[in-house]
């Protein structure tokens, strides 16, 4: 089966960057700052393939790139170096000026403009923030939040984006007589309820999940997981789901890559990453949340 999207080589550096910014950083040097510049490797040749209905996990500490390298992929940062390919059947037949007669992959997706950027986001993907205000206009009403994504895919019809986010507000478990409040009245896992909600409303393939239960409470997060892995059957979405939380990433992911300092340290099933780490940090990783 081939890959709904192949990500090779992708980089990101912070900083004016110098030729020794690479032999100075990673987890070797325990930093990901370059002592002779003083410029940020955020991540550096980070490469995997995401399937269709599949969910890849993303695990390290604060700083290791796992965010930086999902704001790349959503196109909220531009990328020093790499490329990101998708699937000619994913449901870009609105830019065919993507892909080559006869290629079954696009031509590389960062190096397109701005625009088209957008366009892609807006028809292959969804994105849930770990903090609500990034994700969600706190003073409009929840399903105002959601309407805003839908004219963003070119919905126009007010009634239709109105039935369509009362249909994901109920998916969601959001009482349908708080749709017109708005996310700032809400509790933690109801904001975030919301934001899945909005990241679903133009249909994804691809949905960024980026550390969305840290700070929920234990039963507010299993209700937020449990919900996410129905979505995710019903919908048949591919998964990216960062998290430092290795218990999230158990039960939500098949394959699961660790990264340290911006570099990936060790790749592979879940089961055999949590249960047979070879890397030195994995040990370390998974020995600190037994």
Known sequence: MEPLIRIRGLSKRFGNGCNRCLSATGPEFETNMCPHCGSVVACNDVSFDLFKNEALGIVGESGSGKSTLVRLLHFEWDATDGSMEIQRNAGLDTMPELFADGDLYSRNLLGLSPFQKRQVRNALMGIVYQNPF??????????????????????????????????????????????????????GGMQQRVQIAKALSNN????????????????VQARVLDLI?????????????????????????????????????????????????QHKYTQLLVASQL
């Open 204 to 219: 994804p393939l691809i949905l960024y999940l980026d550390e969305v239960t840290t700070g929920l409470d234990l039963s």
């Open 229 to 277: 892995r129905t979505l995710q059957s019903e919908y048949k979405l591919s998964l990216l789901v960062v998290s430092h939380d290795l218990g999230v990433i158990n039960l939500l992911c098949q394959r699961t890559m660790v990264m340290k300092y911006g570099r990936v340290v060790e790749a592979g099933l879940t089961d055999q990453i949590l249960q047979d780490p």
């Open 134 to 187: 990034l994700g969600l206009r706190m003073n409009v009403s929840s399903g105002g939040n959601i309407a805003e994504r839908l004219l963003g895919a070119g919905w126009r019809n007010i009634g239709k984006m109105r039935k369509r986010a009362a249909e994901l507000l109920e998916k969601t478990e959001i009482p349908l007589d708080r749709m017109d409040e708005p996310p700032k009245n809400f509790s």
